[in-house]
C-alpha cells in the first residue's frame, strides 16, 4: 500500500509522524490541501496558495500529489544540506518540497521494488522542466556512486543541455521552453545507486523550425551557433553571423533574449557533446545538418512563365549539397517536383510555388525533427541502459490553448487528456486499495471522468484520428476542409465536438469555418485543420537517404521509399507512443507534481488569480483533492497518531502497553471523538474532517505547557536526587577509607577490608605496569605487608616465566655454548685471575682450521673424529725445553701432534688430574700415570686458551671434578720417580723460564678483575 510504505522507512522501523503540516497551518495556510476545512471551494484553495507563495512557500500538497508554484526567482531551497534535510525522512515529517517527493520515491521503489514515476505536468513555463532537472540533481547528489556511476550522472546531468539546445525555443510564455515531451528513465541497481537511464521523446514541435510567432525564437541551437561558433566554423558551413540573413529565425524578430546567453549556451553544448559520447566527427556532422536547415530556409523560387518554379538561390542549393552530402541537381528537382503515380505509373510532375515553398518547409521539419529523434538515441545509447529498478521523470507539455491551434496543440492536448484519465484511475485506484487493505467501506466519489474525450479522439473508425487517417489515405484530391466535413459527418451530435456549421450562433461567432472545438475537460479549444492533411515527403526521401552524412542517411531509411506502403500518419504515430507511453507509466508506481505559473509576466511575486485558477482548474485540482477528501480529510497509521496525541489521555501517557488499534480507541473516545468522525482501519486512524483533528491538534498545544512543566520538574527532581545520591556515596567512601587507614595492621576485617583490597588493588595495578622485562632485570615494586608473600610467590613464577621464555628462544648452539660456559664458571669462577675475560669470549668449536691439521694424523686417528684442536707449547720435563705442538682432542682420547706425527696419545681414562695455576697465566698439566708407559707421564702445556682447552678437556675426558687450580706452584712426576715444579709468581709481563732448583717459573701477568656478565646478556 502506497501511504503505508511511505511511511516506513528504508529499516522499516517506523517514524515518528511529526505532523509539523498541522502545527504551521495557523502560520502560512495548510501544508495539506487535505486539511482545508472548505474543500470543494475552488476560492479558498487558491487563497492557501497565495498566502503561501506570498511567503516564499511554493509547494503545497494534496496528500501525496505536490503542487508547484514557480518563484520565478532563486530560491535558498535547493542547497545540498537541504538535500541531506529531505534524505530518508518521511514524507509528512518536514516542509513540502520537491526533495521530499523525490526522497520518497526513491525510498518506496527500494522498498517495495517497485518502478516508480514522478509526472510532472503544467503549463508552458510552469517550471517542469525546472523540477525534473532538482530531481534528478537529487538523485546525482544524494544516490551512491562509485567512479563509474559518477560519470554516468554526469552524462544524464549534461544530456540536459544538448536536449534543451536541440528541443527548447525561447517561446512568449516561457523563454526556455521545451517544444518537445521528454519521458526519462533513470535506473538504478541493487544499491540504490543510479546505472543507467533511458530517454523516450515525443512531438517535437516541429513547425516552429519554419515559423516562429511574433516575439518567439527557432530552436536555441541555432542561434548558439551563430553566436558561439567561431569564424572558422562558420566559413566552413557557409554561415554569416547575422542571424537576420536567415529567413528561418527572423519570423518572430527577437533573435536576442535578455535572459539567455546563446554563447555560453554554445560552450556547454560543446562541452557536453564529447561527454555524451560524440565523436568529432559526428559533432560536424550534427552541425552541417543544422547550418543546412537555415540554408534550406534561404532556398528562393520563382515561377516561370509557364508557370513552372524553379529555384533563384542556386548557390544556396550547392552549400546544401555540400553541407548534405547530396546530388545538388537531385535535390533541386526534389525540392521543385513530385511523384505521382497514374493508371499504375509513376511520373514526376512540377510543383506550383506555394507547393514548392511548402515542400521545402517540409524537408526543413523533417530533416531537423528526425536529426532530433536521432540525437536522442545516440545519447541513449551513451546511458548505457541495464535492467534494472526504475525512476521514471516525464516531463511532459501542459494543456495549450493558443490563439491559433494547430494540428500540433491537438495532440499536446490529446497526451493531457489521456494523462488526466490516467491520474484519475490511479488516484481513485490507490485510494480503493487503501481502504480494501484497511477493511474501509469504499465510499463511492463524485467527478468527471474524460474518457468520453479521449473515445472521441482516439476510437478505432469513429475518432477523429481514424478519420484523419481516412482523409490521408484517400486517393484522388485531399485537403483539410474535406477533413473537416468528414469530421462533422461522423462526429456531428457528439456533446464534446462544434464546428462552424454545427455550431449555434454564440458560438458560431466564436469560430472560423477552418476550425474544430472540442470541449476538453480543461476547457473548450478551437483547432484549425489548415495543415493537418499533407503530402508526403517521397522526392526529398530518396534524396536524403542517399546522403554521405551519416545521420541524415541514417534517419531517412532506403526502405521507407522503397516500400509502397503509405507511412503511418503523424497522428497515428503519435496516438501509439502514446499508448505505449500510458503502459509504461501503469506499470509503475506513479507521483505527481503539478506545476503553477503564478503570472504571464514570468515576474517573481505576483500571483494573478484568474491565471491561477484556469490552471487549478484544468490540472483538475480541485478534482484531485476530491477524491482524496472524499472519504477522510486524514489518516494515520496508529503509532504515529499514538505516539503524538497520547499525552491528551491518562491512559495511553506517558505509555500505552497494549494493542496499538486498543490504545487509539481509549484515545479517541477520551477525546470524545463521535462514531461519524472517524473509522479505525487495520493499521491505521482514518479521519473524516479536518476539524475533528485541528481541535485535537488545539488539545495538544494547550497540553504543552502543562507537559512541560511535568516533564521539566520530573527531569529536575532526577537529577537532584542522583546528585545526592552520588555527595552520599562519595562521603562513605571517604570514611571507610579513613577508618581503614587506622586499622590497616590489624587482620583482614570489616573495619579494614575496603582500605586493604585498595591498597591490594593499587599495588597489583602498580605491578602490572612496572613488571622486570628481562631475566636481568631484578626489580621489584615494594609490597605493602598484607601482600608481602603474595609478591613474592608472583616475583618467582614472573621470573620463572621469562626464564622459560629465554630458554625457549635459545638456540642448539648457543645451548652448547651455555653448557660449557657453565662448566667453565664450576672451575674457573673466583679461583683463576685470567677466567673473567674469557666469559666475555665465545668458546669456538676448534682454535685450528680443517687445513692445519695434517691428514696423516687425520688417517691415523682412524674412525676417532678430530673434536677440537688447538695450537700449544710443550715443555719437557727435564730442562723445561719448549716444544711448538697441536693438542687434538677425539672422542676418547686426545693427542698431542707435531706437525704429521702423533707425539704423545693421551687416553681420557688415564688422565688423573689437569692441573692449571690460580693466576694469569696459560700453563696446563696433565696428570698422566707414570707407570704406564704407552701414557709417557705428565705433560706440561701452555696454551692461550687455557680457560677453552681446559673446560673441553675436562668435559670430554669427564674429568671436571679433577681439575686442580694451584695458588703457588704445580708439582709433576717425572720418569723414574722423581718429581717436578712450576712456580708460579705474578710479574709484569708474561714469561715461563727455568728459575731456581731446577723449577719451571711461570710469570703470569698482573691483571684487573672485570665484570663477566656481557656473555649472559648477550643471549
Ligand atoms: N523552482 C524554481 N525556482 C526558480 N525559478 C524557477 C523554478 N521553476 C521554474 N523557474 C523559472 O521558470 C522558468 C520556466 O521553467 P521551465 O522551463 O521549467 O518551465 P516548463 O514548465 O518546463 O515550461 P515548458 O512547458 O515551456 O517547457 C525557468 O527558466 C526558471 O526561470
Ligand atoms: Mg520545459
Known amino acids: 500500500m502506497r501511504y503505508q510504505a511511505r511511511e516506513v522507512?528504508?529499516?522499516?522501523?517506523?517514524?515518528?509522524?511529526?505532523?509539523?503540516?498541522?502545527?504551521?497551518?495557523?502560520?502560512?495556510?495548510?501544508?495539506?490541501?487535505?486539511?482545508?476545512?472548505?474543500?470543494?471551494?475552488?476560492?479558498?484553495?487558491?487563497?492557501?496558495?497565495?498566502?503561501?507563495?506570498?511567503?516564499?512557500?511554493?509547494?503545497?500538497?494534496?496528500?501525496?500529489v505536490l503542487v508547484s508554484v514557480n518563484p520565478y526567482k532563486e530560491l535558498e531551497i535547493y542547497s545540498k544540506q537541504q538535500m541531506e534535510r529531505y534524505r530518508g525522512v518521511s514524507f509528512y515529517e518536514i516542509s513540502p518540497h520537491i526533495y521530499a517527493l523525490s526522497d520518497n520515491t526513491y525510498r518506496a521503489m527500494r522498498t517495495e521494488r517497485k518502478d516508480q514515476c514522478i509526472l510532472i505536468s503544467g503549463e508552458s513555463g510552469a517550471g517542469k522542466t525546472e523540477a525534473s532537472k532538482k530531481i534528478l540533481l537529487y538523485y546525482a547528489v544524494t544516490c551512491p556512486t562509485n567512479d563509474h556511476m559518477a560519470a554516468l550522472g554526469d552524462r544524464l546531468l549534461q544530456s540536459n543541455p544538448v536536449l534543451e539546445a536541440f528541443g527548447n525555443a525561447k517561446t512568449l510564455r516561457n523563454d526556455n521552453s521545451s517544444r518537445f515531451g521528454k519521458y526519462m528513465d533513470v535506473q538504478f541497481d541493487f544499491r540504490g545507486a543510479p546505472v543507467g537511464g533511458h530517454i523516450l521523446n515525443y512531438l517535437l514541435e516541429k513547425s516552429r523550425v519554419v515559423h516562429q510567432n511574433h516575439g518567439?525564437?527557432?530552436?536555441?541551437?541555432?542561434?548558439?551557433?551563430?553566436?558561439?561558433?567561431?569564424?572558422?566554423?562558420?566559413?566552413?558551413?557557409?554561415?554569416?553571423?547575422?542571424?537576420?540573413?536567415?529567413?528561418?529565425?527572423?519570423?518572430?524578430?527577437?533573435?536576442?533574449?535578455?535572459?539567455?546567453?546563446?554563447?555560453?549556451?554554445?560552450?556547454?553544448?560543446?562541452?557536453?557533446?564529447?561527454?555524451?559520447?560524440?565523436?568529432?566527427?559526428?559533432?560536424?556532422?550534427?552541425?552541417?545538418?543544422?547550418?543546412?536547415?537555415?540554408?534550406?530556409?534561404?532556398?528562393?523560387?520563382?515561377?516561370?512563365?509557364?508557370?513552372?518554379?524553379?529555384?533563384?538561390?542556386?548557390?544556396?542549393?550547392?552549400?546544401?549539397?555540400?553541407?548534405?552530402?547530396?546530388?545538388?541537381?537531385?535535390?533541386?528537382?526534389?525540392?521543385?517536383?513530385?511523384?505521382?503515380?497514374?493508371?499504375?505509373?509513376?511520373?514526376?510532375?512540377?510543383?506550383?510555388?506555394?507547393?514548392?515553398?511548402?515542400?521545402?518547409?517540409?524537408l526543413a521539419k523533417a530533416v531537423y525533427g528526425r536529426t532530433f529523434t536521432w540525437l536522442v538515441e545516440k545519447i541513449n545509447r551513451s546511458l548505457a541502459r541495464k535492467d534494472s529498478s526504475v525512476i521514471g521523470l516525464l516531463d511532459i507539455y501542459g494543456f495549450e490553448v493558443l490563439q491559433h491551434n494547430s494540428f500540433e496543440q491537438f495532440c499536446i492536448n490529446y497526451c493531457n487528456e489521456k494523462l488526466q484519465q490516467l491520474f484519475i484511475e490511479l488516484t481513485l485506484r490507490s485510494e480503493q486499495e487503501e481502504y480494501e487493505a484497511e477493511g474501509i467501506t469504499w465510499e463511492t466519489v463524485q467527478y468527471f471522468d474524460n474518457k468520453i474525450i479521449c473515445d472521441l479522439i482516439e476510437e478505432k473508425h469513429k475518432g477523429i484520428i481514424s478519420i484523419l487517417n481516412e482523409e490521408c489515405l484517400r486517393?484522388?484530391?485531399?485537403?483539410?476542409?474535406?477533413?473537416?466535413?468528414?469530421?462533422?459527418?461522423?462526429?456531428?451530435?457528439?456533446?464534446?465536438?462544434?464546428?462552424?456549421?454545427?455550431?449555434?450562433?454564440?458560438?458560431?461567432?466564436?469560430?472560423?469555418?477552418?476550425?474544430?472545438?472540442?470541449?476538453?475537460?480543461?476547457?473548450?479549444?478551437?483547432y484549425n485543420v489548415n495543415g493537418t492533411v499533407h503530402c508526403n515527403l517521397t522526392l526529398d526521401q530518396l534524396v536524403m537517404c542517399q546522403s554521405d552524412n551519416q545521420?541524415?542517411?541514417?534517419?531517412?531509411?532506403?526502405?521507407?521509399?522503397?516500400?509502397?506502403?503509405?507511412?503511418?500518419?503523424?497522428?497515428?504515430?503519435?496516438?501509439?507512443?502514446?499508448?505505449?507511453?500510458?503502459?509504461?507509466?501503469?506499470?509503475?508506481?506513479?507521483?505527481?507534481?503539478?506545476?503553477?505559473k503564478p503570472n504571464d509576466t514570468k515576474q517573481p511575486g505576483r500571483f494573478d488569480e484568474v491565471l491561477v485558477r484556469h490552471q487549478v482548474k484544468y490540472l483538475g485540482l480541485m478534482e484531485n483533492l476530491r477524491v482524496r477528501r472524499a472519504g477522510f480529510a486524514y489518516r494515520r497509521r496508529f503509532e504515529a497518531f499514538l505516539q503524538r496525541y497520547k499525552p491528551l489521555c491518562p491512559e495511553t501517557w506517558p505509555n500505552w502497553h497494549g494493542r496499538l488499534i486498543d490504545g487509539v480507541s481509549t484515545l479517541v473516545n477520551h477525546l470524545g471523538y463521535v462514531p461519524e468522525e472517524y473509522k479505525l482501519g487495520r493499521s491505521k486512524i482514518f479521519i473524516r474532517f479536518p476539524k475533528t483533528l485541528f481541535n485535537t491538534e488545539d488539545a495538544l498545544e494547550a497540553k504543552k505547557p502543562e507537559m512541560v512543566i511535568t516533564i521539566q520538574s520530573g527531569w529536575r527532581g532526577m537529577k537532584a536526587r542522583r546528585r545526592a545520591n552520588r555527595r552520599r556515596q562519595a562521603a562513605d567512601l571517604i570514611r571507610r577509607f579513613i577508618k581503614g587507614f587506622i586499622y590497616r595492621h590489624e587482620e583482614y576485617c570489616l573495619e579494614n577490608e575496603?582500605?586493604?583490597?585498595?591498597?591490594?588493588?593499587?599495588?597489583?595495578?602498580?605491578?602490572?605496569?612496572?613488571?622486570?622485562?628481562?631475566?636481568?632485570?631484578?626489580?621489584?615494586?615494594?609490597?605493602?605487608?598484607?601482600?608481602?608473600?603474595?609478591?613474592?610467590?608472583?616475583?618467582?613464577?614472573?621470573?620463572?616465566?621469562?626464564?622459560?621464555?629465554?630458554?625457549?628462544?635459545?638456540?642448539?648452539?648457543?645451548?652448547k655454548q651455555m653448557m660449557q660456559k657453565v662448566v667453565a664458571s664450576g672451575i674457573f669462577k673466583d679461583q683463576k685471575d685470567n677466567y673473567p675475560q674469557s666469559v666475555g669470549r665465545l668458546f669456538l668449536d676448534s682454535r685450528l682450521e680443517p687445513e692445519q691439521i695434517s691428514l696423516k694424523v687425520?688417517?691415523?686417528?682412524?674412525?676417532?673424529?678430530?673434536?677440537?684442536g688447538v695450537p700449544v707449547t710443550k715443555y719437557d720435563r727435564r730442562g723445561f725445553k719448549p716444544r711448538p705442538r697441536q693438542l687434538l682432542l677425539a672422542n676418547t682420547f686426545a693427542v698431542l701432534v707435531d706437525r704429521t706425527k702423533i707425539k704423545q696419545r693421551i687416553d681420557y681414562t688415564a688422565v688423573r688430574g689437569i692441573s692449571v695455576s690460580s693466576l694469569s697465566d696459560g700453563m696446563i698439566v696433565l696428570h698422566m700415570p707414570n707407570e704406564d708407559n704407552k701414557q709417557k707421564g705428565d705433560a706440561i702445556l701452555h696454551c692461550n686458551h687455557v680457560i677453552e682447552v681446559v673446560t673441553k678437556l675436562a668435559m670430554m675426558a669427564s674429568k671436571v671434578n679433577y681439575v686442580n687450580i694451584s695458588p703457588g706452584s704445580i708439582r709433576f712426576t717425572m720418569p723414574r720417580g722423581k718429581e717436578g715444579i712450576i712456580d708460579f709468581v705474578r710479574g709484569p709481563e708474561l714469561k715461563?723460564?727455568?728459575?731456581?732448583?731446577?723449577?719451571?717459573?711461570?710469570?703470569?701477568?698482573q691483571l684487573s678483575r672485570i665484570a663477566t656478565c656481557y656473555l649472559l646478556v648477550c643471549f
Not at 545521420?551 to 496516438?575: G, N, W, Y
Not at 597489583?764 to 610467590?793: C, F, G, I, Q, Y
Not at 622459560?804 to 638456540?811: D, L
Request: proline share 4%; charged share 25%; hydrophobic share 35%.
Open 754 to 815: 575496603y582500605f586493604l583490597d585498595h591498597v591490594r588493588y593499587s599495588f597489583l595495578k602498580n605491578l602490572r605496569k612496572n613488571l622486570p622485562k628481562s631475566v636481568l632485570d631484578k626489580s621489584w615494586p615494594t609490597p605493602p605487608p598484607s601482600v608481602t608473600e603474595a609478591s613474592e610467590h608472583l616475583r618467582r613464577l614472573h621470573m620463572k616465566n621469562m626464564v622459560i621464555k629465554y630458554c625457549r628462544r635459545v638456540q642448539p648452539e648457543w645451548k
Open 992 to 1005: 715461563v723460564a727455568k728459575g731456581k732448583r731446577g723449577h719451571l717459573l711461570v710469570v703470569s701477568q
Open 216 to 362: 518567439e525564437r527557432n530552436f536555441h541551437i541555432f542561434y548558439q551557433l551563430l553566436d558561439g561558433g567561431d569564424d572558422d566554423l562558420l566559413n566552413t558551413l557557409d554561415l554569416e553571423r547575422n542571424p537576420h540573413s536567415y529567413h528561418y529565425l527572423v519570423k518572430g524578430n527577437c533573435p536576442r533574449v535578455s535572459s539567455i546567453s546563446d554563447k555560453n549556451n554554445w560552450k556547454a553544448v560543446m562541452k557536453a557533446l564529447p561527454v555524451i559520447g560524440f565523436s568529432e566527427e559526428e559533432v560536424q556532422q550534427l552541425l552541417n545538418i543544422v547550418a543546412s536547415v537555415l540554408h534550406l530556409g534561404n532556398t528562393q523560387f520563382g515561377e516561370g512563365e509557364e508557370g513552372e518554379t524553379y529555384i533563384t538561390t542556386e548557390t544556396q542549393i550547392t552549400n546544401l549539397a555540400k553541407l548534405l552530402g547530396v546530388d545538388g541537381s537531385a535535390l533541386g528537382e526534389a525540392l521543385t517536383h513530385k511523384k505521382l503515380t497514374a493508371k499504375g505509373e509513376e511520373m514526376i510532375s512540377p510543383l506550383s510555388f506555394e507547393q514548392a515553398v511548402s515542400a521545402r518547409d517540409a
Open 858 to 868: 687425520i688417517q691415523t686417528l682412524g674412525s676417532e673424529k678430530v673434536q677440537y
Open 475 to 526: 486517393p484522388g484530391e485531399t485537403c483539410d476542409l474535406s477533413f473537416l466535413e468528414k469530421l462533422e459527418d461522423t462526429l456531428g451530435g457528439h456533446p464534446h465536438f462544434v464546428t462552424h456549421k454545427l455550431a449555434n450562433g454564440k458560438t458560431r461567432r466564436a469560430m472560423s469555418r477552418e476550425e474544430f472545438r472540442l470541449l476538453h475537460y480543461a476547457g473548450e479549444v478551437n
Open 551 to 596: 545521420i541524415l542517411s541514417h534517419c531517412f531509411r532506403r526502405e521507407e521509399v522503397i516500400d509502397q506502403k503509405r507511412p503511418e500518419m503523424a497522428a497515428t504515430q503519435f496516438k501509439n507512443s502514446l499508448m505505449k507511453l500510458m503502459e509504461i507509466l501503469m506499470s509503475k508506481e506513479p507521483s505527481y507534481v503539478r506545476c503553477i
Open 9 to 64: 522507512d528504508i529499516d522499516g522501523r517506523v517514524r515518528l509522524v511529526m505532523e509539523s503540516a498541522l502545527t504551521a497551518r495557523d502560520r502560512v495556510g495548510v501544508q495539506d490541501f487535505v486539511l482545508l476545512e472548505n474543500y470543494n471551494s475552488e476560492a479558498a484553495f487558491i487563497e492557501n496558495l497565495r498566502r503561501r507563495f506570498r511567503e516564499n512557500l511554493i509547494y503545497t500538497y494534496i496528500g501525496s
